[in-house]
């Protein structure tokens, strides 16, 4: 396969394609997330805020629809076209503003629109990376763009939060704007290969067609249907044991401050966006017949988690439990993200570029449709077993050596 890249460092294209993701994704979730606080600030009700800025997430299930426009048209003028559609939809409602006829749906639409764009965007871009690397910096790559996605969901609720108390709503927004069309006008001058594909002239059944293809390809390719069910697996059980379990546990069972509180979670992300800037490194101490050892690891270290939250742990002292639990917490974190970045190279080393846009999104939506899942199995976990929070923790334990051994088995059978 041909690439654009530079013996050493990454090439214009691609460092273009980075900049471009970080506007248009962390742009997007920023932009969200200060429209969120912007509703809450004119009703007050804290409902309408959290419904709002879930809604905007779920977009995500349109990932293989923009998976197959990402195959079939040229993925350069796609991300110029949807950051161009951005600066639209924002300078509309800009517009809106400043002459006093927004309202609360008119928000929610706008928050929909620019999540559906980013949902279209993200597999233009995971299938363009393949062509604008070499393929032993293929996972560096991959970590760089996955660091830049980890950092947007970790940056936007405190930039969103700064950037609406500085600038103000009307301000904010006309920045938003003005910058997803500076970054459209930067992407022109990306180049990323494409071959035209024929087509019998009917866009939306030509795209479901690609979709079922896409979807066909997935189950019958033995290899990548593993790497789909493993992320899909990590994403049930990791996800949600940070964003529901951690939160839970430092809040309600160890009653730490705000303060502790705010560095434990931070100490997370940062871990997570650690992982995928680190992953050039691990790249090459990973094999795909010893991704189970990492698993395994990822087990053993839970049990130390549990350990932190047992009431004669607790008794002992505050600072001890805290440490030790996030601790673990903090190296599972970025042993996950490796993981999953490792997974998705594989997928993208083994899938020809027809159909690159589609298996990725096929991925990224079913990986991330599991983690909801996880989140209400977590919930009730940690609600029936409050007084004794280990319990849950040592049942996720058990299912992730489980998981390891599923691991195993499936690459040796592959090897």
Request: proline share 3%; aromatic share 10%.
């Amino acid at each position: 396969m041909e690439t654009f890249v530079k013996e050493k460092g990454f090439s214009k294209d691609f460092r273009i394609l980075v900049f471009g993701q970080i506007i248009s994704i962390l742009g997007s979730a920023l932009l969200r997330f200060a429209l969120s606080l912007f509703v809450l600030d004119m009703t007050g009700r804290a409902d309408l805020f959290a419904v709002l800025f879930a809604i905007s997430s779920i977009p995500v299930l349109l990932a293989p629809f923009g998976g197959a426009i990402a195959d079939r048209f040229n993925r350069r003028h796609l991300m110029v076209l949807f950051d161009v559609i951005s600066s639209a939809i924002v300078f509309v409602f800009y517009i809106t503003l400043m002459t006093d006829h927004h309202s609360v749906i008119g928000i929610g639409v706008v928050m929909v629109l620019l999540s559906i764009i980013s949902a279209m965007y993200s597999p233009a871009v995971l299938a363009s990376i393949p062509l604008l690397v070499r393929e032993q910096h293929l996972e560096q790559a991959n970590g760089i763009v996955n660091g830049v996605q980890a950092l947007a969901g970790v940056a936007a609720p405190v930039l969103g939060g700064i950037l609406y108390s500085m600038l103000g709503i009307k301000n904010l927004v006309l920045v938003s704007g003005v910058l997803f069309f500076l970054t459209a006008i930067v992407e022109m001058y990306m180049t990323i290969p494409f071959v035209k594909r024929d087509s019998d002239g009917q866009f939306v059944l030509t795209l479901c067609k690609d979709m079922k293809e896409g979807f066909k390809y997935v189950v019958k390719q033995t290899f990548i249907l593993k790497c789909t069910l493993l992320a899909a697996l990590l994403n049930l059980l990791f996800t949600p044991l940070f964003i529901v379990g951690v939160p839970i546990i430092l809040r309600v069972t160890m009653d730490s401050s705000d303060s502790l509180y705010g560095v434990g979670m931070g100490i997370i992300d940062l871990a997570t966006i650690l992982g995928a800037l680190t992953m050039g490194y691990f790249a090459k101490k990973l094999q795909v017949d010893k991704l189970y050892v990492w698993v395994l690891l990822s087990a053993i270290l839970v049990l130390p988690m549990a350990i932190a939250v047992l009431p004669p742990m607790l008794n002992v002292g505050y600072y001890a439990s805290y440490l030790l639990f996030i601790s673990c917490a903090l190296v599972i974190a970025m042993m996950m993200t490796i993981i999953s970045i490792y997974v998705m190279t594989l997928v993208q080393k083994e899938t020809p570029n027809e159909n690159l846009g589609k298996v990725m999104a096929i991925i990224m939506a079913v990986s991330q449709c599991m983690a909801p899942i996880g989140q209400m199995v977590y919930g009730l976990l940690f609600e029936v077993f409050q007084v004794n929070i280990f319990i849950p923790i040592l049942i996720i334990c058990v299912v992730m050596l489980l998981l390891a051994v599923l691991t195993n088995r499936f690459w040796r059978v592959q090897a």
